[in-house]
């Protein structure tokens, strides 16, 4: 017989069961809730402590973008490096050899700082094998180029009066050797061919193509032949300053020209440094005359700006003058995306060496000892020592006084160059 109570399907048959399963889910649901709160409120924590992220407008970012993307080259110039017999004395060494570094090391640090580096071997150096000389004839032991370029010298002049002192086997055995110095840019002035001479100087540094020439208006000693110094004539300074100019972004010329010892620029001067701003040059290097001369700003015939230094003034030295110990950097910055060469500046820089008043007098000049160069206004000091009679006060006054009678310069020293 039937039953009049209803019955359940299994799965609902026991309701108990169903109310604890549940509380088992829900209980289940909170602590899952629970565990993704401290999960993310631990993560939170973690992140805070991590360095900011540096935004890519930031100070930092921007410093390192412009120490990584310079704006501008930075091209110095100095004047004659002369290997005089004093020099020669003091740099040599007991075992025959000659360290001349550590006379220009303290200007080290200037070097550093720029790319591309003019200096100017004012006499031939072919070493021992032609015999070692100093005034008037010379020849330079083959240390003077290996520490010019060791100093960062890469864009160097060979041609000057005293080119052909000994020779063409003397101008041969030089350029054989600077052609075996690391990290140059670029040599001219004295040739080992006719080829060798007609070819213009290239090089690039940073994106900027550079074009470098070098002329002398004087010998002395006769030419023996027509291609071992670079004679100047406006013939031939067309020809390769219309080819620089089609080439390079900037144009370098290295002149030697100028009346010695004279702080004044005389009439020739005046003459070529009009030629080379019509012909294009921008920038005009002058030595010689081993004193400072004024800076001119010419406007040549299509109306580009060209910089004549006339005299930069000497370099390594041992000279007597004062004027000829005063001298220092010519400091240009390029501008990378113009190729244009800014406002000049210059670094005054002072060659030192001492001997006594007496040692002085009588001209004993082997007796200078103490050789060293440094910037100006680090030398009051060396100055005090020198038996010149002046100071540093006096001497900067004397280099903005005579480099600003055309053209500003910026006078700078060892803190703000």
């Given at each position: ?206 994106g900027v193509r550079f074009a470098f020439v070098s002329y002398s208006t004087y010998s002395n000693i006769t030419p023996p032949n027509a291609y071992g110094l670079n004679m100047y004539s406006q013939a031939i300074a067309q020809v390769q300053l219309t080819e620089a100019r089609q080439k390079a ?148 006054d004397y280099v903005q006084k005579l480099l600003n009678q055309f053209t500003p310069v910026t006078i700078i020293d060892s803190k703000t160059y």
């Amino acid at each position: 017989m039937e039953s009049s109570s209803p019955t359940f399907p299994p799965e609902q048959s026991q309701p108990p069961r169903f109310s604890r399963n549940r509380k088992v889910l829900l209980a289940g649901l909170m602590l899952f809730i629970i565990g993704v709160v401290v999960t993310g409120l631990w993560i939170r924590s973690k992140d805070s402590k991590k360095p900011p992220v540096q935004k890519t407008g930031s100070s930092q970012v921007k410093k390192t973008v412009e120490a990584n993307n310079p704006k501008s080259i930075r091209l110095i110039a100095s004047g004659d490096t002369i290997a005089h017999d004093a020099l020669n004395a003091q740099a040599k060494l007991p075992d025959g050899t000659y360290d001349y570094y550590q006379f220009i090391k303290p200007l080290q640090p200037y070097f550093d700082k720029a790319q591309v580096r003019f200096c100017n071997q004012a006499v031939p150096g072919a070493g021992p094998a032609f015999g070692i000389r100093g005034y008037p004839i010379f020849n330079s032991p083959l240390e003077v180029a290996r520490d010019m370029n060791r100093l960062g010298c890469n864009v160097v002049n060979t041609g000057t009066n005293h080119t052909f002192d000994l020779g063409q086997q003397v101008i041969d055995a030089q350029l054989n050797y600077w052609d075996t110095l690391p990290n140059m840019l670029a040599v001219a002035g004295a040739n080992r061919s006719n080829e060798e001479q007609q070819k213009v100087r290239y090089f690039t540094s940073q994106g900027v193509r550079f074009a470098f020439v070098s002329y002398s208006t004087y010998s002395n000693i006769t030419p023996p032949n027509a291609y071992g110094l670079n004679m100047y004539s406006q013939a031939i300074a067309q020809v390769q300053l219309t080819e620089a100019r089609q080439k390079a972004d900037v144009v370098l010329v290295s002149m030697r020209w100028g009346t010695e010892y004279s702080p004044a620029i005389n009439g020739q001067q005046e003459q070529i440094a009009q030629q080379l701003a019509d012909l294009g040059a921008d920038v005009v290097l002058g030595h010689g005359p081993h004193v400072l001369q004024p800076v001119k700003q010419l406007s040549g015939a299509n109306g580009r700006k060209t910089l004549v230094w006339f005299s930069i003034g000497n370099f390594l030295n041992a000279q007597l003058p004062v004027q000829a110990l005063v001298s220092g950097l010519v400091v240009l910055d390029i501008d990378i995306v113009t190729k244009s060469v800014q406002p000049p500046k210059y670094l005054p820089i002072y060659m030192h060496y001492e001997w006594t008043a007496e040692e002085k007098a009588r001209e004993d000049l082997l007796k200078r000892r103490a050789f060293t160069m440094v910037p100006l206004d680090k030398a009051e000091d060396l100055l005090a020592r020198s038996q010149l009679g002046t100071n540093v006060t006096a001497q900067t006054d004397y280099v903005q006084k005579l480099l600003n009678q055309f053209t500003p310069v910026t006078i700078i020293d060892s803190k703000t160059y």
